[in-house]
């Protein structure tokens, strides 16, 4: 079985390397490999550093898995809800998520951590880096399943006109590169059902986070 559809890469306007590859993954199958990781390490609502809530619940598959609590953020081998070691990153999406990187002239992109976000309607993300990984060459990739979310990136400095990004169920995004570090975050989702997810959008972030 074979996840990934070969498609074209878009570059996103504006943003240097960022690209936008639409409908290139089958949003049941993503779903379905999601839930087996759910029923395992089910998703929660982590607390900030500063004792906020996050709006987004979140689980984590992989070697390491993204954490926050009241010590900060980072990346840890165990689920500290479980106390076990996170669930194995699906051989398959690890695959989707390399052959993305690669049609986007990212070479040998090998994830040891998937965060997955599940937003309810109205739910978002303020704007942020992603800088808890160790090696900034390596790109991220993100997979949208379900509800449309419009996305934005700032630039460097989280300042400045931010570019809108709509991403729909299946879509991929990949960037890395000079805008590995540019803030970006997620506008307040509209209300709506998707045939797969039901009321929410799902995200997957693969990153080499060692
Ligand atoms: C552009 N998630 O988990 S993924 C996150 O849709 C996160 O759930 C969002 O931001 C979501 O940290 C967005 C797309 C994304 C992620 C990081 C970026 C785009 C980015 C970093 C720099 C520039
Ligand atoms: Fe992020």
């Not at 996305?151 to 809108?164: A, C, E, I, L, M």
Request: charged share 20%.
């Amino acid at each position: 079985m074979q996840l990934f559809k070969p498609v074209s890469s878009e570059p996103v306007s504006g943003v240097p390397d960022m690209f936008h590859l639409r409908n290139c993954f089958d949003p049941q199958q993503v779903f379905d490999l999601t839930q087996l990781v759910v029923d395992r390490s089910p998703f929660r609502h982590m607390q900030t550093p500063r004792g906020y809530t996050m709006a987004a619940a979140i689980t984590n598959c992989g070697v390491v898995g993204w954490v926050s609590d009241r010590r900060g953020y980072r990346y840890e081998p165990i689920d500290p809800e479980t106390g076990t070691a996170w669930p194995e990153m699906p051989p398959l999406l690890f695959s989707l998520a390399q052959m993305a990187a690669q049609r986007c002239g990212f070479d040998d992109f090998a994830p040891d951590a998937c965060l997955i976000n599940r937003y309810a309607p109205g739910k978002g993300m303020s704007a942020h880096q992603d800088r808890d990984e160790n090696d900034f060459t390596q790109p991220i990739v993100s997979l949208s399943l379900g509800l449309p979310a419009r996305f934005f990136v700032q630039g460097s400095d989280g300042k400045g006109r931010s570019t809108p990004i709509d991403l729909a169920s299946g879509d991929v995004v990949v960037w890395g590169g000079a805008s590995r570090l540019f803030y970006h975050g997620v506008r307040p989702l509209k209300p709506g059902i998707d045939p797969v997810t039901g009321s929410c959008r799902i995200n997957l972030t693969f990153r080499k986070a060692g």
